[in-house]
């Protein structure tokens, strides 16, 4: 029996897919204990800057 003498930490991942307009997002996600913005804000934040840099690039 091998025991592991190190710590770890264990995160629960969480995956999510959105399909927004012809765009398909998938979203790799763990929880930290002092985030300052909750999931829904952080995917909507990152999709507005997409959305940004597309219309920068036209």
């Given at each position: 029996?091998?025991?592991?003498t190190?710590?770890?930490?264990?995160?629960?991942?969480?995956?999510?897919?959105?399909?927004?307009?012809?765009?398909?997002?998938?979203?790799?996600?763990?929880?930290?204990?002092?985030?300052?913005?909750d999931?829904?804000?952080?995917?909507?934040?990152?999709?507005?800057?997409?959305?940004?840099?597309?219309?920068?690039?036209?």
């Open positions: 029996m091998v025991m592991n190190k710590k770890q930490k264990t995160q629960l991942l969480i995956v999510r897919k959105y399909l927004i307009g012809d765009s398909t997002y998938i979203v790799k996600a763990t929880v930290k204990k002092h985030a300052t913005e999931a829904v804000c952080k995917i909507r934040r990152l999709i507005l800057n997409d959305l940004k840099k597309e219309r920068i690039k036209r």
